[in-house]
């Protein structure tokens, strides 16, 4: 019986990692530094401030998105 090496509030038993910080260890894999950087952009503000940013960087992601899917449309009408 261990304590998980990343919270280091889980109890674990086979894994280094309890299965909350293996969910973020997962994000990592998949969207690397990008996890990062919505911590950093989200967390690092008081909390009644963090639910704007959230919205904000949702907006910012959909609209990206959106833009890319314009784009797309736009190439395979031309092509
Ligand atoms: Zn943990």
Known sequence: MFSCTLCEKETVYWYHLCDKCRKVKHYISLYDDRVYDVLDAVLAREVDKQDNKIELEIRKE????????????IRSNTD
């Open 62 to 73: 959909i609209a990206t998105k959106e833009q890319a899917i314009k784009k797309k449309k």
